[in-house]
């Protein structure tokens, strides 16, 4: 079976065919959720902005160049909506470079160590990055995202993004460390 | 000095790389020179190791977090129809057959089948019509070139019978009849009685009474029975 490729979807959605928007939707809207999700860390704001992001995409679908993937597109947008209305919180009025550099509060390295699975562990520290570190983690593992991908959504240069990525991974370790789990790097 | 140099940097290059690596991102040249690296570079295999670890954890974290209710998507494709740029996208591109697409799907069966019962009625009304204008004219031109002949050896009027169709009867199905019977509606509704035509000449009566009583056991037809001329 054969299906309509995304690029063909925001070309009928440009012509105004709803059920185009409708498939799209049903293809991306998980993923963009989670993405979202990761960021802001509400489940009904997430939900209030992937209807925004959609609802961009219905109104600006003319003006996709097809120069990165469609998903990479509906990425970006979610990010721009996500960090604006973290923005926008009064107790979080944090210009980008304190706000990336800040990481969760949420629970202490302590109370994750006394959990014997590694991998609960490595998935506590993963929440436990700076919301700049969690972006690029998610990005390339679980959006898949390609050095250049991340750049566009991410609008930093491609070697920014290797750099970002490689202090992620280490911090990932520091943690690991302080909560118990020698992995040998680094 | 510089060969050492380039080959650190290289290796950094390589460790960078680490994680599009795991995750199938990279270029096909790229992906070779990392598993080379990796082949002879035994702290890179390690570090490879905890890039795969991290991988599958962060795909289990992201598809823990679940996924948005359904009324996501009523929102917004209610807040598309509410939209400025939909009503403006709609005019600009407006298509007669989404048109009426969208304007039959909104109705219910029960009115599609009326609908479609008027308008088949309808379209046999207008041939009848037509055949009936058409028969006049042709009375019209004879009248004309047979000035000299009486009026009596010309086309004879039509035989005309009143007719009402069963409640249960479908479009199809009078159609069917209307041609079985090479008849044409002319006239009617009146109540639910309509005027066929089921010649355009006189016909002699027996042969009259015999098309009506075969009209009388047609399931389609409620009542049928000769129109006394005008």
Known sequence: ?186 | MNTIKNKVSEREEIEALLPWHAAGTLSRREAQKVEQALASDAELATQYETVRQDLAETIGLNESLGAPSARVMQRLMADIEADASTARRTRSSFSLGEWLSDKLSSFSPRTLAWSATAAALAIVLQAGLLAGMFVNDRQGNLSYTTASVPLEQTVKPGTDALISFAPTATAGEITKLLQTYKMAIVEGPSGDMYTVRLAVTGIPKEELSKVIKQLQNEKTVRFVGQKSAD
């Open chain 1, 1 to 186: 079976m054969q299906t309509t490729s995304d690029e063909a979807l925001i070309g009928r959605i440009a012509g105004g065919d709803k059920l185009a928007m409708q498939v799209l939707f049903a293809r991306h809207h998980v993923r963009v959720y989670r993405f979202v999700l990761r960021l802001v860390g509400d489940a009904s704001r997430a939900e209030d902005l992937i209807n925004d992001v959609f609802l961009d995409v219905w109104r600006t679908a003319d003006k996709f160049e097809a120069r990165s993937q469609v998903s990479t597109w509906l990425l970006a947008i979610a990010r721009y909506k996500a960090l604006s209305a973290l923005r926008k919180r009064p107790d979080e009025e944090l210009d980008d470079e304190t706000a990336g550099a800040i990481e969760d509060p949420g629970d202490d390295p302590e109370k994750a160590m006394q959990k014997k699975d590694t991998s609960e562990i490595l998935r506590q520290c993963l929440t436990k990055l700076s919301a700049e570190h969690r972006e690029i983690i998610d990005l390339v593992y679980y959006h898949e995202k390609s050095v250049e991908e991340v750049a566009r959504i991410v609008g930093v240069p491609e070697n920014t993004v290797k750099t970002r990525m490689f202090y992620a991974r280490k911090r990932l370790g520091e943690l690991l460390k302080a909560a118990g789990v020698e992995r040998g790097w680094p």
